[in-house]
């Protein structure tokens, strides 16, 4: 069985910027915008086509993306021209300073290509200070690169204040916005304000809110009536406020769209699970709600396939779906492989317990305590081994 499992191991025009002391990214919508945004501003060309400038596609290379990416970053931002590549390049200096890493740069400008066009000193330094300073790396922005188009003093001072207020320490607050950076793009008074307003109504106490937010942050972009709307429906699945899965079942209700509810559900009955099995299952992993279709897929016909597990068992330890299939569980099969091998552990060994846990755990239980006397078993958890 694990045998076969472990085989399948699966030249630049330079323009200069006139002068004018506004922020580029001043146009930039208050709240999230979709993936591919267009931006507005003093600082770029308005290009009526949609042809990629090819000045625009080899600066874009030269800041990590792959031609087929620039290309297409290039083609959707083509409102976007770069005039002077000593600011651009300054921008990427800074970026670097910050603790962005190459990678981390190249997925920014492909995100916001418009950044390569501001003012780094007078625009990016004060608001990478600023998040220095609340103990956020300023990396992270990555993820979320248009964030740092919106205001300093207008808006990002008074969303951070008010997410202080609420969730208390820093500390809590930087883990909060590590989970969901986007989340700043969101309009204070109509969109923070009221989502808060809308939990406290919904019966959610001071503490149960601070704990929401760092769980997820998210749900502070959605409409009041799209909260009470999560909160019905937990009630119908028997969830109630004094369960302490109560918050976690709640952030992914919010975020998740009723259609994407229905189709998990409905993906996952199609294993021949009944609806309260999914439902308990959701309730102790609410995260099974964001896996993808496919992925789902796999693990489930590996477990059942391969393993030979019975997927009434998988879902009533439904955190195992949340493990990466090539990161973490062949891995472990691997290591499980060599000991059955070299009868470190029986044949039998019920392999759902064995296969779960942190890391930690089962490098301590089943890797280091082997390590001496088995070598292989090392290798087979560093993915070296492609079959036994």
């Given at each position: 069985?694990?045998?076969?499992?472990?085989?399948?191991?699966?030249?630049?025009?330079?323009?200069?910027?006139?002068?004018?002391?506004?922020?580029?990214?001043?146009?930039?919508?208050?709240?999230?915008?979709?993936?591919?945004?267009?931006?507005?501003?003093?600082?770029?060309?308005?290009?009526?086509?949609?042809?990629?400038?090819?000045?625009?596609?080899?600066?874009?290379?030269?800041?990590?993306?792959?031609?087929?990416?620039?290309?297409?970053?290039?083609?959707?931002?083509?409102?976007?021209?770069?005039?002077?590549?000593?600011?651009?390049?300054?921008?990427?200096?800074?970026?670097?300073?910050?603790?962005?890493?190459?990678?981390?740069?190249?997925?920014?400008?492909?995100?916001?290509?418009?950044?390569?066009?501001?003012?780094?000193?007078?625009?990016?330094?004060?608001?990478?200070?600023?998040?220095?300073?609340?103990?956020?790396?300023?990396?992270?922005?990555?993820s979320a690169p248009f964030v740092l188009g919106r205001s300093l003093d207008k808006h990002l001072v008074p969303c951070i204040q008010f997410l202080r207020d609420i969730i208390g320490s820093d500390d809590d607050l930087c883990t909060a916005l590590a989970r969901s950076t986007r989340t700043l793009m969101v309009d204070?008074?109509?969109?923070?304000?009221?989502?808060?307003?809308?939990?406290?109504?919904?019966?959610?106490?001071?503490?149960?809110?601070?704990?929401?937010?760092?769980?997820?942050?998210?749900?502070?972009?959605?409409?009041?009536?799209?909260?009470?709307?999560?909160?019905?429906?937990?009630?119908?699945?028997?969830?109630?406020?004094?369960?302490?899965?109560?918050?976690?079942?709640?952030?992914?209700?919010?975020?998740?769209?009723?259609?994407?509810?229905?189709?998990?559900?409905?993906?996952?009955?199609?294993?021949?699970?009944?609806?309260?099995?999914?439902?308990?299952?959701?309730?102790?992993?609410?995260?099974?709600?964001?896996?993808?279709?496919?992925?789902?897929?796999?693990?489930?016909?590996?477990?059942l396939e391969e393993l030979k597990l019975g997927i009434h068992g998988v879902m009533a330890q439904p955190v195992i779906l949340a493990y990466s299939l090539e990161k973490c569980i062949l891995p472990r099969c691997a290591v499980?492989?060599?000991?059955?091998?070299?009868?470190?552990?029986?044949?039998?060994?019920?392999?759902?317990?064995?296969?779960?846990?942190?890391?930690?755990?089962?490098?301590?239980?089943?890797?280091?305590?082997?390590?001496?006397?088995?070598?292989?078993?090392?290798?087979?958890?560093?993915?070296?081994?492609?079959?036994?």
């Open positions: 069985m694990f045998a076969s499992i472990c085989r399948r191991r699966l030249p630049f025009r330079i323009h200069q910027i006139p002068g004018g002391g506004t922020n580029p990214l001043h146009s930039i919508s208050g709240t999230i915008p979709p993936a591919h945004n267009s931006y507005s501003s003093s600082a770029v060309d308005d290009v009526p086509n949609s042809e990629p400038c090819p000045d625009i596609v080899s600066y874009l290379i030269s800041c990590g993306l792959s031609p087929a990416a620039a290309i297409g970053t290039a083609t959707t931002h083509h409102r976007v021209r770069i005039r002077s590549t000593d600011k651009a390049d300054a921008v990427r200096d800074l970026l670097r300073h910050y603790g962005f890493s190459d990678a981390h740069i190249a997925r920014t400008v492909r995100s916001a290509p418009i950044l390569l066009a501001v003012d780094p000193e007078r625009i990016l330094r004060p608001k990478l200070d600023f998040f220095v300073s609340l103990g956020f790396e300023p990396r992270k922005f990555a204070l008074d109509k969109y923070m304000r009221p989502a808060v307003e809308a939990l406290r109504r919904a019966g959610l106490a001071e503490a149960a809110i601070s704990k929401l937010l760092v769980i997820q942050l998210g749900v502070l972009a959605l409409s009041p009536d799209r909260i009470s709307k999560a909160f019905e429906d937990l009630k119908e699945i028997g969830m109630c406020i004094e369960d302490s899965r109560f918050l976690y079942c709640l952030g992914a209700m919010c975020v998740a769209k009723r259609e994407t509810w229905m189709r998990k559900l409905a993906l996952y009955r199609s294993f021949g699970l009944s609806e309260g099995e999914v439902l308990n299952a959701f309730k102790t992993q609410p995260t099974i709600l964001f896996l993808a279709e496919e992925s789902i897929k796999m693990k489930v016909r590996f477990f499980l492989s060599v000991l059955m091998r070299e009868g470190k552990i029986q044949r039998d060994i019920k392999l759902l317990p064995a296969l779960l846990g942190t890391s930690k755990r089962f490098s301590t239980r089943y890797v280091l305590r082997h390590a001496d006397d088995v070598p292989d078993v090392l290798k087979a958890y560093e993915g070296l081994l492609s079959h036994f």
